[in-house]
């Protein structure tokens, strides 16, 4: 045996997996274009949304405000990401003597975050006025 093929042995059965998913993906995608239904209803045609009918057009533009508490809501659910496992490891911090670092970081991350938060609140972004 071959020292090259040996060190790709243990990968062949990826390999074969990820073969045979792109096969399956073709063949799934094939199979339904030419197996599913293909009649066309004006009610099939119509947008739904949650079950009620649409208002209004869909092509409208949102307000500002709209999209930035959508970027204030990522950075705050990013923070409690961070935190989350900053506090089931801080013993482990604290056993490997790097506690108060560890502590002192993470307070000014969200020192950080809550300064960003009242600017914020004080610019009256999180208003729907």
Do not use: N
């Not at 090259?4 to 073969?19: E, F």
């Not at 995608?29 to 030419?34: K, Q, V």
């Amino acid at each position: 045996m071959d020292t090259d093929s040996a060190y790709l042995q243990p990968y062949l059965p990826i390999l074969v997996l990820l073969l045979l998913a792109g096969v399956m993906c073709f063949a799934i995608s094939i199979l339904a274009g030419y197996l599913g239904p293909k009649r066309t209803f004006p009610i099939k045609e119509t947008a739904f949304e949650c079950g009620s009918p649409t208002t209004g057009d869909p092509h409208s533009r949102h307000s500002v405000k709209f999209y930035l508490v959508a970027l204030l809501f990522i950075v705050f659910d990013i923070e409690s990401v961070f935190i989350y496992p900053w506090g089931a490891l801080l013993r482990d911090f604290a056993a490997q003597g790097l506690g108060w670092f560890a502590y002192l970081e993470m307070l000014s991350f969200m020192a950080t975050l809550a300064l960003g938060l009242v600017y914020v609140w004080r610019k009256g972004a999180l208003e729907w006025s």
